[in-house]
């Protein structure tokens, strides 16, 4: 391994201009909550020249929140890089809350971007099935002037994460204003 540790500010990070993850507002809720209440837990991933990789939604929550300072770590991929959290026991409420926000939050926060997918597919000659991405997209319906019902607010309320998520793009996707709600046990 090559390089030392250095210490950067978050704005030298470069977001990447065809991520394949157009994140879900409820997902990046989660995320902004979770490094709130919880801190920072996962590294980033960039390249060489400081693009992202992986974390692009990390960067973006972590630097909206004021966390302006990064430590960046040389790597060849040979290593695993682990992030150690100091003040943390997982045999905590705030451990065993982190490691379901960790996982939550990853899970609520992926959705796929299918232009940025195919481009990927078509300009690099990646193959996404290979990874687990489906490339069998449901079109949209078309939609007609009179078929739009923007005017339209829809409270969508749901303990299951997935499901809301699921249902939030689904109703955004034929026009619907939608407004994610916990249900109110959970406040």
Known sequence: MKGKVTEAKISTLIADDLNANKHSEYGMQLLEKSISELGLGRSVLVDRNLRIIGGNAVVETA????LHD???IPSDGKKLIVVKREDI?????QGRE???ADNGTARANL?????????IQEQWEVKPEEWGVSTEFTPSPPKGPAESPASTLLVVESDDPDRLNDLFYELKERGFLVQLKQPKDHD
């Open 111 to 119: 959705v796929w971007d299918e232009d940025a997918i195919m481009a």
């Open 63 to 66: 630097g909206h929140l004021g």
């Open 70 to 72: 990064v430590i960046i």
């Open 89 to 93: 026991d997982l045999n905590t409420k």
């Open 98 to 100: 982190l490691a379901l």
